[in-house]
């Protein structure tokens, strides 16, 4: 017999560690583990990060076999692992109607449960006792469910098995918009069983959908049924929503010790390298202490503070916690792992003898790692004075078994017996690694043989749709159903994925589907129920956006392909030439550079071996022909009968296996190929037979494809037999162009002094409106009848237009939106849509995306309760209602709502840096600024520069709103070129670099200056006698000074009274602004601002980093209307914030901020009219008693509003500052 090795003497004993901490503890029938002796239920986290260790050993014993029973003990402890993770399992299958409400539902109500009975697998608490929506913990077992399949543990055993896991990636993939309860089951810090979102969440949820995606979960003995799928585009929300949150870990915390298993092993979820060594260093720096580290900052739990007769914490009462928060060993094990895959043995050796100091000797010499260790309650006093001094004790769990596992892998990992990629096998650790640069390949095809040939006239060389047979193009919508089918299990009352719009990155894949080819258009192009793809322009943009998305974020193997095909709508309005802006695209798409993307075009066929390709094996037909729907008919078969069920074709509706899109795709993939070659031509009955055959597929073909709610269905059929017929605008027609000027925007109001034809009784005459309305050869004019009748009659009413009934309001609304959509007239257009109550196909997924990036909404025009704020996503039908509500039925509001919504949620995506330090975005007063931005550049009044902001094309808005939240200067002007019937053209264009920077006109570089200068505020002996001499001008200069009256006429004129318009309605403020006043806060009882009062208090509950306190601070100052003079308050605040870095105990009681601007104005007010300045010049705003001027000062110079401002808080705190420093002129 061979002697046993030193490194196996060594496995034995981690075996025996393992077996007297773990495995005694492990249910003979269901396999799960207890969280100690005493809370005998199971957790799901708990449970997977306990096995860990047990698996660890199982992989090493494998590979350090001296002998054939190391292999029996690794299949041992293979088994057990198998075991635990098969109960799991059994514990979510018991809950599957959970899962499916969930899908749709979002609920914490319809959550899965977080523990579970070790005995029974069934549910220990009620729905609503215990915080049981942690997305984190799921998706926990997901990756290893994946990470073990790959090592070749044998997991699941069925396919029904396998839908139950593919179901539970359905569960998880939205977590980028799910609020939780997070990792420590809490949610908000205060306890009180409030969910918030999480990063712990996103970036675990992230790392197990990339894990499992095209993973085969029978391993290498699996066929493609049991391949399960991930969608990129979730994948990639959950991304860029970790990314823009860390190193913040949610509302409430400002970090968080756990976010190293996300950053770290296991989830390797960050894949920017310099954002998981920020967010490393943060929990370091902010929390790690002598015994580990604390979980987050003010954490309550047991602490000697914390009242254990209530689970919750009163708000003022968390400052309490603050320097003797416990601190857990844990947190160490995962550094330990950190530094073995980050390939840094001192960061090892640091936490590992860190580590072996604070662990606890068990029976017979075990090492133990205890829960926490907790500041003893006689030494709380003298901890707070001197944080990390006092000797702590362990409390709770010994061992936690979660932190004795990881602590068991991370020894095993330190001493050689696993490579570091062994417990890795999915290569999680490579998420760092930089990516090659992608290449976006752009398939350019003609909807039509006309168009064809206008593009190859100007050299484009071409494919129509049909000629890329047997490759076939598809709406992007088609994809979302087949998606939809994904994961249907009819016994387990599972129905799929939730119907969702396909994005850009699962839309440029090729897809094998039934053994065909398919290619999916783009979603925008499949915008049509909205306007937006009315304008040549925003489909440009659209294009640009998408293909940077793309090339910032692709992933996967094999380049991207987008297939962009040229509509009818894409030409010029006599349909002879393309569209100019669509034919500059083209031509830049062929030099290869296009948005800041490379860009290679071609054919599709050119494409197929490097293009990304994806099989969606869920599709294929199965074995008992279920899916096969529609039988060759027999030759034999009655001519009549083909005919006639030409008009009945739903024949198979009531067949429960059958659904709409496998008839459709059925049929597509039976049609012959759109350019078939000549057969011998058949005779008589059998060619008749034929063409009727033919018939009934395209008519079948069509009635399918409208209920599933294609546009543009002839573009996608391969047969041309049945065409969509375009719209007629005959019926209300446009005899002569219509000037531009001439178009205006309906007035939304209707009164008794309006013309409207009276009958014999004096009532309105409806009959004669109508006859009006028929003679009426303007489109404006038009409108305007429609719009009476839809106020007084209602859309359904019906106007017997041809005499008959059967035309209503709502179907000749319907013909003019069309005409006006054709003539390019978009406040015609924006007015109807808002009549007919259209909406943007995506609204809710753009205000889920801006609420997923932490940024409140508000609809409607301020002040509250009109203005109305969104913190969660809402279904479409109930935002589209809360957006009308607000609007007040103004539909003009509502529409340029919704569209703004879209915009903004385009600009997050691709540009999130124009939203630093905005938490709250004012929809309704971005709108009042960008009509008060074009009445004065155009120098127009309010009305008419209402009327050219709903006149705008949408790619005009969408730049302005750019140019707006960009804080560039630029210029508003009427375009000097003629163009006939279509809305008047604007030019918005940079100005260029004029004025100062964005931390100067925040006037931190005056701040920064004066904090340099003295830190006893000797700002104010500031001698101003040299400027006595000069004469005041009405311009002010950029720098604050006073101008000569030569350069009285200056263009900069107004420049800092728009910038502070800006700037306020976006809710903007300097970078680090909050934390400034957190400072502040705790030097006096509170700040009012217009009678609202921001308390010290707030600083006990929240700390300086949460956004939950910057939205707090940003809440109170939206209570004021006027932004410029919101702004000017924001500038009196950071004045007010140089005080907190002087040495002084308090400045006060409530400090009243607009008192202190109204000193500085009055202040500035004088000591202009010292100067010779005149009334006309030193008007007020009636609104605040603000000079007009001051408004529009530079913030730095010896005339700007800081100087003022500086003198005004010297004056108004002047009691409570050092005796020495204020000598005030």
């Not at 839309?507 to 192009?525: A, E, G, V, W």
């Not at 375009?726 to 008794?752: E, G, H, Y």
């Not at 913030?1195 to 401002?1205: A, D, E, N, Q, V």
Request: charged share 25%; proline share 5%; hydrophobic share 40%.
């Amino acid at each position: 017999m061979r002697s046993r090795s030193n490194s196996g003497v060594k496995l034995d004993n981690y075996a025996r560690l393992v077996q007297q901490t773990i495995l005694c503890h492990q249910d003979p029938v269901t396999g799960l583990l207890p969280a100690s002796e005493e809370q005998r239920h199971a957790w799901v986290r708990d449970n997977v990060y306990s096995i860990l260790s047990v698996w660890a050993l199982a992989l090493a014993y494998r590979k350090n076999a001296d002998r054939d029973e190391d292999k029996a003990k690794a299949y041992e402890l293979e088994q057990s692992v198998v075991k635990l993770m098969r109960g799991l399992l059994q514990c979510m299958m018991r809950q599957l109607e959970k899962v499916e409400k969930f899908k749709y539902s979002q609920s914490p109500m319809d959550a899965l449960h977080a523990k579970y009975s070790i005995k029974t697998c069934a549910t220990v608490v009620g729905d609503d006792q215990w915080g049981h929506l942690q997305v984190d913990a799921t998706s926990l077992y997901l990756l290893f469910v994946a990470q073990m399949t790959a090592s070749g543990l044998h997991i699941i055993y069925t396919q029904d098995e396998v839908d139950i896991i593919q179901n539970l990636m359905f569960y998880i993939e939205a977590a980028y918009k799910i609020a939780d309860y997070g990792m420590w089951e809490r949610g908000d810090k205060t306890n009180q069983g409030i969910p918030e979102l999480n990063a712990s969440s996103v970036g675990m949820a992230k790392a197990a959908l990339e894990a499992l995606d095209e993973l085969n979960l029978f391993g290498a003995n699996g066929g493609p049924a049991s391949v399960v799928h991930a969608l990129s585009d979730e994948v990639e929300h959950c991304q860029s929503i970790l990314h823009s949150m860390l190193p913040r870990a949610s509302n409430s915390k400002e970090i968080d010790a756990g976010i190293l298993s996300v950053i770290s092993y296991p989830a390797f979820a960050v894949e920017d390298i310099q954002l998981v060594n920020i967010t490393k260093e943060e929990i370091i720096s902010k929390l790690q202490g002598r015994y580990g580290c604390c979980r987050f900052l003010r954490d309550g739990h047991k602490t000697p503070k914390e009242d254990p007769n209530r689970l919750y914490y009163e708000p003022a009462e968390l400052k309490l916690f603050e320097n003797i928060e416990c601190e857990w060993p844990l947190f160490w094990t995962y550094l330990i792992l950190d530094g073995i895959f980050s390939n840094s043995p001192e960061q090892v050796q640091e936490y590992r003898d860190a580590l072996e100091g604070i662990l606890i000797k068990g029976k017979n010499g075990i090492r133990l790692v205890p829960e926490l260790y907790s500041v003893p309650p006689d030494k709380v006093e003298e901890e707070y004075r001197n944080p990390h001094t006092v000797d702590r004790v362990p409390m709770g769990k010994l061992p936690i078994m979660w932190g004795q596992s990881l602590y068991i892998v991370g020894s095993l990992l330190a001493e050689g017996f696993l490579a570091p990629g062994e417990i890795d096998p999915l290569n999680r650790k490579f998420s760092t690694v930089p990516k090659p640069d992608v290449v976006v390949q752009v398939s350019i095809l003609a909807e039509t043989e006309e168009i064809k040939a206008i593009l190859q006239k100007h050299g484009f060389n071409v494919q129509t749709v049909a000629d890329v047979y047997p490759i076939r193009l598809q709406p992007s919508r088609i994809l979302s159903h087949i998606y939809a089918r994904l994961g249907r299990n009819r016994r387990l009352g599972l129905t799929g994925r939730p119907y969702r719009r396909m994005g850009v990155l699962g839309t440029s894949k090729l897809y094998i589907i039934r053994n065909t080819i398919f290619s999916f258009t783009p979603q925008f192009i499949d915008q049509q129920q909205f306007y937006l793809a009315l304008d040549s322009r925003m489909i440009v943009e659209m294009l640009r956006t998408d293909l940077s998305y793309l090339c910032c974020r692709w992933r996967m193997t094999g380049r991207p392909t987008v297939t962009f095909p040229i509509s009818q709508t894409m030409l010029t309005e006599d349909r002879l030439d393309l569209d100019p802006v669509i034919l500059a695209t083209l031509r830049k798409l062929q030099d290869g550079y296009f948005g800041g993307a490379r860009v290679q075009t071609g054919k599709l066929s050119e494409f197929m071996t490097t293009s990304c390709c994806a099989h969606l094996s869920f599709m294929d037909p199965k074995p008992d022909g279920k899916m096969m729907l529609h039988q060759d008919y027999d030759d034999d078969d009655d001519v009549l009968d083909a005919v006639e069920s030409l008009h009945a074709f739903h024949f198979a509706d009531h067949v429960d296996t059958i659904d709409d899109l496998a008839k459709y795709l059925d049929q597509l993939l039976k049609s012959p190929a759109p350019t078939p070659s000549q057969g011998p031509k058949k005779g008589g009955v059998s060619r008749f037979r034929a063409v009727a055959h033919q018939t009934y597929e395209m008519v079948s073909l069509m009635n399918k494809a409208k209920e599933l709610d294609i546009q543009n269905v002839s573009m996608y059929l391969p047969s041309k037999l049945y065409r969509v017929p375009q719209p007629s605008f005959n019926l209300l027609d446009s005899t002569q162009p219509q000037p531009a000027q001439d178009i205006k925007i309906p007035r939304m109001v209707i009164t008794s002094e309006m013309n409207l034809p009276k009958d014999s009784s004096g009532k309105t005459d409806f009959k004669a409106l109508i006859d009006q309305l028929k003679e009426c050869p303007c489109l404006q004019d038009q409108a305007d009848i429609l719009y009476i009748l839809f106020n007084l009659k209602g859309a359904d009413w019906d106007t017997e237009y041809y005499g008959e009934p059967g035309t209503t309001v709502k179907d000749l609304l319907t013909k003019l939106y069309n005409k006006a959509g054709a003539m390019r007239q978009w406040g015609l257009i924006r007015m109807i849509s808002g009549m007919l109550k259209k909406k943007v196909e995506a609204l809710d997924e753009a205000c889920s995306d801006l609420l997923s990036h932490q940024k409140h909404l508000t609809v409607g025009l301020p002040p509250e309760p009109r203005e109305k704020t969104i913190v969660a996503p809402l279904p479409l039908d109930e935002l589209t209602k809360l957006i009308d509500d607000a609007s007040e039925q103004n539909i003009n509001i509502a529409v340029l709502t919704q569209e703004i919504m879209v915009y903004l949620a385009m600009y997050i995506r691709t540009q999130p840096s124009l939203f630093t330090e905005m938490f709250r975005l004012r929809i309704g007063l971005i709108i009042q600024v960008m009509t008060t931005e074009l009445a004065q550049s155009l120098n127009c009044s309010g009305e008419e520069a209402t009327e050219s902001l709903m006149s705008l094309s949408p790619s005009d808005l969408k730049n302005l709103l750019h140019h707006i939240l960009s804080g560039k200067e630029f210029g508003v002007e009427r375009s000097m070129r003629s163009v006939s019937a279509i809305s008047p053209v604007i030019s918005i264009h940079e100005v260029g670099n004029v004025g100062a920077t964005k931390s100067e006109r925040a006037g931190i570089s005056k701040l920064k200056l004066d904090m340099k200068q003295s830190s006893n505020l000797q700002v104010t002996d500031v001698d101003i006698s040299e400027s006595s001499s000069m004469k005041f001008s009405s311009s002010p200069s950029m720098d604050g000074l006073p101008f000569p009256a030569s350069a009285a006429t200056d263009s900069r004129q107004g420049q800092w009274l728009r910038r502070r318009r800006l700037d306020g309605a976006l809710n903007r403020v300097p970078v680090g602004f909050y934390q400034k006043v957190w400072k502040i806060l705790q030097k006096c009882h509170g700040l009012s601002i217009e009678g609202f009062v921001l308390p010290s208090s707030t600083t006990r509950e929240m700390t300086p980093g949460e956004i939950k306190f910057s939205v707090h601070v940003e809440s109170v100052l939206n209570r004021v209307p006027q932004p410029e003079y919101r702004q000017l308050l924001v500038e009196v605040i950071l004045v007010l914030t140089m005080l907190a870095d002087i040495e002084i105990q308090s400045i006060g009681g409530i400090i009243h901020v607009e008192r202190i601007l109204h000193l500085a104005n009055d202040l500035f007010y004088e000591e202009q009219k010292a100067l010779g300045a005149g009334d006309d010049i030193l008007k007020k705003d009636p609104a605040t008693g603000i000079c007009v001027l001051l408004y529009d000062s530079a913030p730095s110079g010896r005339f700007g509003t800081m100087t003022y401002l500086t003198k005004a808080v010297a004056i108004y705190v002047q009691d409570f500052l050092p005796s020495s420093g204020c000598a005030m002129q």
